[in-house]
């Protein structure tokens, strides 16, 4: 990963020296090695602070909303799943394409810190990568962890690849998989009624409201969100009943359906490690059954399974009937 | 000093739930957030830091605060204190030297004028057993705020090793509670504690946090600190969401609202977060419109604005939940520091 | 011996009938003026379009207390804007999925196409839904437990 980031600096360095952008969005180094915050670099000095490493499993695209409304050319680092985000705020308006330049890099999946501290690892001093392995030095000794055990949720099925570019960092080949993203939620279907409401319950009652999965999520980039919203009749800060954590997340995934390009931030960021993912992929599901294959943030252009139709659709009760196929 | 052996801690909680209620960290979907206690549920002492704070015994994340009744022009107004149960005493268990020292924190506001009842009837009905630590981690930073993590106050102080659950009892509640459990306790303990002690402090010294320097945070730089550069690229990242305010043991905000049922109205509290856009929303719009500005507000309320209010008193105890929680990894070490004084480089 | 009664309160739902202006509507209308009936617990409300129903309506009548939310619209490429209910069916196909996959019992939540000339059909998909909804019983699962506070 080194390589990388040094291939990245050198490329910002020069985009910001000649004055091709004004600024570039990246990472910068934390406190420790694992704790890299999105940022963004005005001047060749500030770049001093700059890191891509294990951890930077941060989606930078949601920001350019905001900061591409700056003048200037925007330089920004979008690893393969960003970059589905990034098209679907393009096609949305959100973004104006031609006023970022973006840096597709190589991901060959990021860290979990906390998948590695629930294993035991404490007062981590450094990380190291070495094919499925993964070398953490701490104070109280060494210790080898699987890779594939410690990779953020939404890594373990991830099969993107760049859907934007102006150009393209990739030092590593990224070795081909074969896996079923939709797995967890097949085996939620295959549940009784009882069962899955109890899982939900079960899941969703850990939700404190904190909002971060939908702060940080790239399709909900409405400038007034309806629960922010006290004219809206729905408006709540906490949960008051557990009905509440249920409106909040079933409208949320509901909002984000079509759109959503399953970049898993939303998972990564809740305090309570709901998974929150499983929501928006039972709409994927379902609409890849029904309405034909579709992946959000693929293109630019074009209109969403919501927002099209066709005149022999599946009636809704037939998706009863047959389990949403 | 008492001691008890790990694995009859079970019958220890369910001796104290005999008489009194049991608030202590239960494991539920594979997260650890304190809970009341019943038979069958998972507890973990062990867990060093709870999602959230402890602090929602005394001040839950919603209560409702009063009922109003409508019958034609009939206004009844129910006050919900009246009903409570949460009156009869409880025990709060396995509280870190951290979130016990939020909790005087908390006191500070909500049982200084004017005393906040809810707050107030829930503390005084409360005994509270506190936990040392044993094995910090590197998000710990309790001693920059003069906390010793190996000696927790509180009604009751426990330690616990790989065997036992230490017991010492500090106050009147405290000898109360260990009369009440006493027949499951036995003597010793003093010098597995003292060694405890003595190896957490090694561990404590070398947290990579130990030495941070607020030497800068004093009410009379508040200008100077208010006014930083700094604040618009430490918050350029912030998502505004309430994930930092919701997990602090010491975030004390809330909000007031109205719940229309089908017979009438419910008032109620809900924790509020300085990081949303509609925090302290009034008529005439927001008093703090950027990210930036709220942002800013949040660390100093921690770091200047309540210490110039309460004697110097940091309202930060550095429990580390928002360095391990942030989703951007934002939190107030970074704020520390940039802004805390020199020693910090 | 004492003659003991046992008092059984017989459940009745509550029913939110969201109907379109120019089909749905019309044929409950029709349903009234040819005298057939169906059940009063049926709470009719009228939208402009079955396409005006946002997810929103058909969670908010369930956690004020609703027992099962029927949807009624023109019969596709009936509408009376043309392609609004197509838009309604994909909608409600995913939103009463996704309500099934949270454990919603899928039998509270239904989609009708009803035309204003069809009165009597009108009478018999509420008659059946709400026979449908009565022996599921009362909607426990997405109900504000709040609202009912007091009763």
Request: charged letters at 30%.
């Amino acid at each position: 990963m080194k390589e990388v980031e040094l291939k990245m600096l050198d490329r910002a360095k020069a985009l910001l020296e000649s004055g091709e952008v004004a600024r570039v969005v990246g990472w910068k180094k934390g406190d420790f090695c694992f704790d890299p915050a999105p940022a963004v670099f005005e001047t060749v000095e500030e770049l001093d602070g700059f890191v891509y490493d294990w951890f930077c499993g941060a989606n930078l695209s949601k920001y350019l909303i905001q900061i591409a409304k700056k003048e200037g050319k925007t330089a920004v680092f979008l690893k393969p799943c960003d970059t589905y985000s990034f098209n679907q705020l393009v096609k949305e308006h959100r973004i104006d394409r031609e006023k970022v330049y973006v840096i597709a890099v190589e991901c060959l999946a990021k860290l979990d810190v906390e998948k590695m501290k629930a294993k035991g690892v404490s007062m981590i001093e450094s990380v190291e990568v070495v094919d499925k392995e993964v070398r953490v030095k701490t104070a109280y000794g060494e210790e080898t962890l699987s890779k594939p055990e410690v990779i953020l949720t939404k890594c373990e099925t991830c099969q993107k690849t760049h859907q934007a570019k102006d150009e393209e960092i990739i030092v590593h080949e990224r070795p081909e998989r074969d896996v079923n993203r939709f797995a967890e939620v097949e085996k939620l279907e295959a549940m009784t009624e009882d069962e899955r409401f109890a899982f939900w319950r079960n899941e969703l009652s850990k939700c404190i409201r904190c909002n971060a999965c939908r702060n940080v999520c790239p399709a909900c980039s409405c400038v007034k969100c309806v629960f922010d919203n006290p004219a809206s009749g729905i408006a709540a800060k906490a949960n008051d009943d557990k009905f509440e954590e249920q409106l909040f997340h079933i409208i949320r995934a509901f909002h984000v359906a079509g759109r959503c390009t399953d970049c898993g931030e939303c998972s990564r960021v809740c305090p309570q490690n709901i998974p929150l993912h499983l929501l928006n992929r039972k709409f994927i599901k379902d609409i890849d059954g029904l309405y034909g294959e579709f992946q959000a943030g693929e293109t630019t252009e074009g209109k969403t399974p919501l927002t099209s139709f066709t005149e022999g659709d599946v009636e809704p009760k037939d998706v009863f009937q047959g389990e949403a196929k | 000093m008492y001691r008890i052996a790990k694995e009859n801690l079970n019958q220890l909680y369910a001796k104290i739930n005999e008489t009194m209620g049991l608030f202590i960290p239960v494991k539920r979907a594979g997260e650890v957030n304190y809970a009341v206690w019943g038979e069958g549920k998972e507890v973990s002492l062990e867990t060093l830091k709870t999602v959230k704070s402890p602090k929602n015994m005394f001040f839950p994340q919603t209560e409702n605060m009063m009922k109003f009744k409508t019958d034609g022009k009939n206004i009844e107004v129910i006050d919900v204190r009246e009903q409570w149960d949460e009156r009869r005493p409880f025990v709060m268990f396995g509280v870190k030297a951290c979130d016990y020292k939020a909790i005087e924190v908390l006191d500070k506001v909500f049982l200084g004028d004017p005393v906040d009842s809810y707050y107030k009837m829930r503390r005084e009905a409360t005994t509270i057993v506190t936990l040392a630590c044993s094995r910090p981690e590197e998000s710990c930073f309790c001693g920059v705020f003069g906390i010793d993590a190996t000696a927790p106050q509180g009604d009751v102080t426990t330690w616990l090793d790989a065997e036992y659950l230490y017991w010492q009892a500090n106050t009147e509640k405290g000898e109360a509670l260990t009369e009440k459990v006493q027949d499951l306790l036995e003597a010793g303990g003093e010098t597995e504690v003292e060694a405890q002690q003595t190896a957490t402090k090694t561990v404590m010294e070398k947290l990579p946090f130990a030495n941070l320097d607020l030497s800068k945070f004093k009410p009379e730089n508040l200008n100077e600190l208010f006014d930083s550069k700094e604040w618009e690229s430490m918050s350029e990242a912030c998502l505004g969401c309430g994930t930092c305010t919701f997990v602090c043991p010491t975030c004390q905000c809330f909000d007031i609202r109205d719940f229309k049922t089908n017979e009438g109205v419910i008032r109620y509290r809900c924790w509020d977060s300085c990081m949303y856009s509609d925090f302290t929303l009034m008529a005439h719009g927001n008093s703090r419109t950027t990210q930036m500005q709220r942002f800013r507000q949040r660390f100093m309320h921690k770091l200047v604005y309540y210490p110039s209010q309460y004697d110097g008193t940091y309202s930060c105890v550095g429990c580390g939940r928002c360095v391990n929680k942030c989703p951007q990894n934002l939190n107030i070490v970074k704020v520390i520091k940039t802004l805390g004084g020199k020693d910090n480089d | 011996m004492q003659d003991v009664t046992t008092e059984k309160k017989e459940f009745t739902p509550n029913i939110v009938a969201f109907c379109c202006n120019w089909c749905s509507y019309a044929g409950a209308d029709l349903a009234g003026s040819s005298r057939l009936t169906y059940p009063a617990n049926v709470k009719i409300i009228r939208v402009p379009c079955s396409c005006r129903v946002n997810p929103m309506f058909v969670l908010k009548a369930f956690q004020r207390g609703a027992d099962g939310v029927i949807l009624c619209g023109c019969h596709p490429g009936d509408c009376h804007y043309v392609t609004g209910n197509y838009y309604t069916r994909r909608r409600m196909a995913l939103l009463y999925s996704f309500l099934n996959y949270m454990g919603i019992e899928k039998e509270r939540t239904r989609v009708e196409w009803v035309s204003a000339a069809e009165g009597a059909r009108f009478a018999s998909v509420m008659n059946d839904f709400v026979k449908t909804v009565t022996e599921l019983g009362e909607n426990k699962r997405l109900t504000d437990l709040r609202v009912k506070e007091g009763e």
